[in-house]
């Protein structure tokens, strides 16, 4: 099995990929934000007195300013190379490479795959996420990639 995909990066799904590998501190973050909004307005029912400003303000910054900007730096920073670029999977892993470098990874490299809407996410603790789009793909292509992917012991997550 050989297939290449060449696309240009897109940053509706960079920014997915980029939402999907922060999810876990995202959810930590908002999660603590949304509690000291809370914690803010449960103060101010139970004293009567005004509302904590600087507890909400707090919250407010946590639950949406942090991930925002997370969130914009990753996809800027992933947009960062934008030039085309050609993936390669085929039985021994998965290549990207474009007119500035060339970086091929084994099927071991990885630990699961995950599909999404356009794209397919390759990743692990250690090498982080790497999303290959799959617009020129077929559905039979992606089962292909993804039987492949099992193949190797790699988990599947499917949309």
Avoid at 125 to 136: F, N
Avoid at 144 to 151: E, K, N, R, S
Wanted: cysteine-free; proline content about 4%; aromatic content about 6%.
């Amino acid at each position: 099995m050989l297939l290449q995909i060449i696309a240009r990066p897109d940053a509706r799904l960079i920014a997915d990929a980029v939402r999907r590998g922060l999810r876990p501190v995202l959810f930590t973050v908002r999660g603590v934000g949304w509690a000291a909004i809370s914690l803010a307005l449960l103060l101010e029912v139970v004293t009567g007195g005004g509302p904590n400003v600087t507890l909400l303000l707090a919250g407010a910054l946590l639950a949406v300013g942090v991930p925002m900007v997370l969130v914009n730096s990753g996809t800027r920073q992933a947009l960062r190379g934008g030039d085309l670029a050609t993936y390669e999977i085929s039985d021994g892993g998965l290549a990207r490479s474009s007119a500035a470098s060339r970086h091929a990874w084994a099927w071991t490299a990885f630990s699961y795959v995950e599909e999404m809407s356009g794209q397919l996410l390759f990743g692990s603790r250690r090498t982080g996420i790497l999303p290959v789009p799959t617009a020129t793909l077929t559905p039979a292509q992606i089962d292909q990639v993804l039987g492949a992917a099992a193949g190797h012991g790699l988990r599947i997550r499917r949309a």
